[in-house]
């Protein structure tokens, strides 16, 4: 795309323009047109102009948006609406810090070549788009110094904004932050043993610096805190700052293993108006939910993933509190979600609200105790049951092994189910048997390649004789179980390949 827009700006500029040199900095050359003559000039009336830069400002929005700020201000130098469409807000919605952002390389003696963070460059980098940012989302791998000066000047430079008599080109700096991400990682396992799993969380001076920079976004919207894996007594005070500068105003918190071992953050029932929080489920406890009840909240997501502690280390929150939590807040809807390479099973809270169960999980299978636990506490809420991406692990081909009967026995249970996803191996017979069961049933995924030819079910003895040929006919090829599928979920239903498989994301959110 920058090379798109720097081709651009030569048609546009015509005799000169800008180029990326073999160190991808940019460079004014002059243009020379070896078919024009001498004479000619850059009005012939045979000329064909390109119309790039009367392109709408909803589409050059949408194009800078896919571009690295360094590519932004290439693009920028085409013409006068292009610098105009650098400015707009939906450009700046987010602006990632990482390791090499805003950086210069410097030589260390011990350490070789090092990325540092250019003081200069950030200053003036603020100075021109501070005001325009819509958020910000740090991401560091090992550079952790940069980010803390990173952090540390955003902070001062909003603060030097607010003074009365501050920096003119700081005013409204930072004013128009919603949201803020930090994704610490926490895993300084060696790069070959991609499977290791050694915890190291943050703290010290880098958690001071992001605990200013919260301090001063008093208009956050949106904040995401994941894998700090803190000690006990910094998280309990991590959020004391964002909870003073913005207790009305947060929508969307997300603090994923504020710490690894049991300790409730009770800051999270606090905020008035929070509509959506994630949340590990060692960090909440009965008072927690009893603070819960008490707000406006509408959906908790209780978050595993590979850095959370075993499931079986983690307890439960009582029935008790649970049912309080439902007779004061209705409208609240719990989503248990596992995301890990290893085994693993989400932590079941008995009488909980769930609106859905999903993993991530390649390796973790489905077993019987587990769908019968689940049914047994969510068969009136529970409405997605989804296990994404494709096993690591042999289904077994027998019919009494296979998990067809767990699948029909959630489907004839729990009746508000409206999404499932099936990657494990199933019979023909028993996706025909899904559909006609799951009378809400709105979206169904299923592997093609787990798919069995065949009709292994026993009759029941409900069945009808038309029925029971019905399924035995319809059963014996992929296109008459796609067919009669699509007529009863009333859309063109398909098997899916494995390719497609791997890109089914089920989207709770989308679902509301």
């Known amino acids: 795309m920058a090379t798109l827009a720097l081709r651009t700006g030569k048609e546009i500029m015509h005799n000169a323009g800008w180029v ?36 709408p400002d909803l589409v050059l929005e949408e194009i800078f948006t896919y571009l690295k700020p360094r590519e932004r ?3 920028s130098l085409v013409c006068k609406q292009w610098r105009y469409a650098f400015y707009l807000p939906t450009v700046w919605n987010n602006f990632l810090v990482d390791d ?27 100075a021109r788009i501070g005001k325009h940012l819509r958020g910000v989302e740090f991401r560091p791998e090992i550079s952790f110094n940069n980010i803390f000066q990173f952090m540390t ?14 920096p003119p080109d700081m005013k409204g700096m930072g004013a128009r932050i919603r949201s803020l991400v930090y994704l610490f990682p926490c895993n300084m396992a060696h790069a070959n043993d991609p499977e290791g799993i050694k915890l190291f969380g943050t703290g010290g001076q880098l958690l001071k610096g992001l605990k200013d920079l919260l301090s001063q976004l008093t208009d956050l919207r949106t904040l995401k805190l994941i894998d700090f894996v803190l000690e006990r007594y910094e998280a309990k005070h991590l959020l004391d700052e964002v909870l003073d500068a913005c207790c009305t105003k947060m929508r ?56 959370t502690t075993s499931y079986l280390a983690i307890g439960s929150c009582s029935v008790k509190a649970w049912r309080i939590l439902k007779r004061d807040n209705p409208q609240l809807k719990v989503h248990l979600r596992l995301e890990s ?6 932590v079941f809270q008995p009488e909980a609200p769930v609106y859905s169960v999903t993993y991530r999980a390649p390796k973790t299978q489905i077993h019987p105790d587990t769908v019968i636990k689940m049914v047994d506490h969510y068969k009136n809420t529970l409405a997605i049951y989804s296990y994404e991406l494709l096993p690591k692990f042999s289904s077994p081909k027998s019919f009494h092994n296979r998990i067809d009967s767990l699948m029909l026995l959630i489907c004839r249970q729990c009746f508000n189910l409206h999404t499932l996803v099936i990657r494990e191996k199933v019979s023909t017979s028993t996706v025909l048997l899904i559909a006609k069961t799951a009378k809400n049933l709105r979206r169904l995924y299923v592997r093609r390649f787990a798919t069995i030819l065949r009709c292994d079910w026993p009759r029941h003895p ?46 709770v959110k989308s679902e509301w």
């Not at 260390?108 to 460059?121: F, K, P």
């Not at 049991?262 to 060692?282: A, E, K, Y």
């Open 20 to 55: 990326l040199d073999e160190n991808e900095e940019a460079c004014y050359i002059d243009i020379v047109d070896d078919n024009n003559d001498e004479g000619a000039t850059s009005d012939d009336e045979n000329r064909v102009y390109s119309e790039w830069n009367n392109l």
């Open 73 to 75: 201000y290439y693009a």
């Open 100 to 126: 090499c952002t805003l950086t210069r390389q410097k030589y260390n003696y011990y350490s070789g070549w090092q990325y540092c963070l250019d003081h200069m460059r950030t200053q003036n980098c603020l």
């Open 153 to 166: 000047l955003l902070t001062w430079s909003i603060k030097m904004g607010k003074q009365v008599d501050g």
């Open 252 to 307: 969307v918190l997300n603090i994923v293993n504020v710490t690894s071992l049991h300790c409730p953050i009770m800051h999270v029932g606090l905020f008035l108006n929070l509509q959506d929080l994630t949340i590990s489920p060692q960090n909440i406890d009965d008072d927690v939910l009893m603070l819960l009840a008490d707000s406006k909240l509408k959906h908790l997501h209780l978050l595993q993933n590979c850095y």
């Open 341 to 346: 390479l290893n085994d693993g099973e989400v």
């Open 462 to 507: 409900e069945w009808s004789d038309e029925f029971h040929i019905w399924l035995k006919r319809s059963c014996r090829s992929y296109d008459s179980v796609e067919r009669e599928v699509s007529q009863i979920l009333g859309y063109n239903w398909h098997f899916l390949s494995d390719q497609e498989f791997k890109t089914v994301t089920v989207d």
